[in-house]
Nanobody, 121 residues
């Protein structure tokens, strides 16, 4: 059974930084693509960034140049470094393993608890 545990969220002022972590178990981590999603109040969950098993990355336009996704296969962990945070980045952040179909990425696992990120202005 796949288990995903997110951590690292918190309250930060605009312009600040946070690093999120997602520990995965129950999967052959090195072989799967991973993604970070976020859901703000009243909005749909959106894909923020993803990283393939080979280390190729993709980002939503809203976070390009500010967020960096990375992975440590030895630790079965994927990270999201978030810099220059803005109030509109406030959301619950989730990780999941993903699959690309055509031009889109799809989450394959169950959602964890997520980690809250709040950016104050």
């Amino acid at each position: 059974q796949v288990q995903l545990v997110e951590s690292g969220g918190g309250l930060v002022q605009a312009g600040g930084s946070l690093r999120l972590s997602c520990a995965a178990s129950g999967v052959i981590f090195s072989r799967i693509a991973m993604g970070w999603y976020r859901q703000a109040p009243g909005k749909q969950r959106e894909l923020v960034a993803c990283i393939t098993s080979g280390g190729n990355t993709n980002y939503a336009d809203s976070v390009k140049g500010r967020f960096t996704i990375s992975r440590d296969n030895a630790k079965n962990t994927v990270y999201l470094q978030m810099n220059s945070l803005k109030p509109e980045d406030t959301a619950v952040y989730y990780c999941n393993y993903v699959e690309r179909r055509g031009r889109s990425w799809y989450a394959l696992g169950s959602w964890g608890q997520g980690t809250q990120v709040t950016v104050s202005s």
